[in-house]
């Protein structure tokens, strides 16, 4: 079992930055992709961006809407990875959650709490 916890979510102006946490613990030995899915009130789902391993080359992999804008970091030492989020706009705002999964692009088999990002006009 893999256990997920963000953290880093608030409220935000418009053209501000945030930056989400995801700490991992129990068994990540076999998680080769992790990721930030985002689900705002009345919308589906939807991924934001995803990382793979260092076996599977670090591809980086983003939702057209928060390419240039948003990055995706991973730190193994510290089994975590980051969403750094710059040029907010409100239509960004949404419960983020953090993932993880076996295998990249697929859909993930764990999941966070989620942490809500709030952009104000």
């Known amino acids: 079992q893999v256990q997920l916890v963000e953290s880093g979510g608030g409220l935000v102006q418009a053209g501000g930055s945030l930056r989400l946490s995801c700490a991992a613990s129990?068994?990540?030995?076999?998680?080769?992709?992790m990721g930030w899915y985002r689900q705002a009130p009345g919308k589906q789902r939807e991924l934001v961006a995803t990382?793979?391993?260092?076996?599977?080359?670090?591809?980086?992999d983003y939702a057209d809407s928060v390419k240039g804008r948003f990055t995706i970091l991973r730190d193994n030492a510290k089994k975590a990875w980051y969403l750094q989020m710059d040029s907010l706009k409100p239509e960004d705002s949404a419960v983020y959650y953090c993932?993880?999964?076996?295998?990249?692009?697929?859909?993930?088999?764990?999941w966070g709490q989620g942490t809500q990002v709030t952009v104000s006009p």
């Open positions: 993932t993880a999964g076996f295998q990249l692009g697929a859909e993930p088999d764990y």
């Open positions: 129990g068994n990540i030995f076999s998680i080769n992709a």
């Open positions: 990382i793979g391993t260092a076996t599977t080359g670090g591809r980086t």
